[in-house]
């Protein structure tokens, strides 16, 4: 089984940085992409980023585009998200995700395993 572990949430103010870390563990998996989801409180679960590693394809929503960086190692399954300027509708829980089997479309998936989540709160 995989295990995906999400760290390097917490409260930050707004203008702040986090970096999110996600790493892979137990039965070792090939990934073909990795990505970012997250959900607010009240709302669905939204596409944040991600990397599709072969060909090195980044893909960002548009609400984080010019202040997130997604990167990560794909021999390692590790994944990161470093969040600069961020505001208080960055708020939410992130959770990490990769997927196995090819996808067209990054955003709708699909992926295979989701960590459990990390808690982003920013104050304003």
């Known amino acids: 089984q995989v295990q995906l572990v999400e760290s390097g949430g917490g409260l930050v103010q707004a203008g702040g940085s986090l970096r999110l870390s996600c790493a892979a563990s137990?039965?070792?998996?090939?990934?073909?992409?990795m990505g970012w989801f997250r959900q607010a409180p009240g709302k669905e679960r939204e596409f944040v980023a991600a990397?599709?590693?072969?060909?090195?394809?980044?893909y960002y929503a548009d609400s984080v585009k010019g202040r997130f960086t997604i990167s990560g190692d794909n021999a390692k399954n590790t994944v990161y998200l470093q969040m600069n300027s961020l505001k208080p509708e960055d708020t939410a829980v992130y959770y990490c995700?990769?997927?196995?089997?090819?996808?067209?479309?990054?955003?709708?998936?699909?992926?295979?395993?989701w960590g459990q989540g990390t808690q982003v709160t920013v104050s304003s």
């Open positions: 990397i599709r590693w072969s060909g090195g394809n980044i």
């Open positions: 995700a990769g997927g196995q089997r090819p996808m067209y479309d990054l955003v709708a998936g699909p992926y295979d395993y």
């Open positions: 137990g039965r070792t998996f090939k990934s073909y992409a």
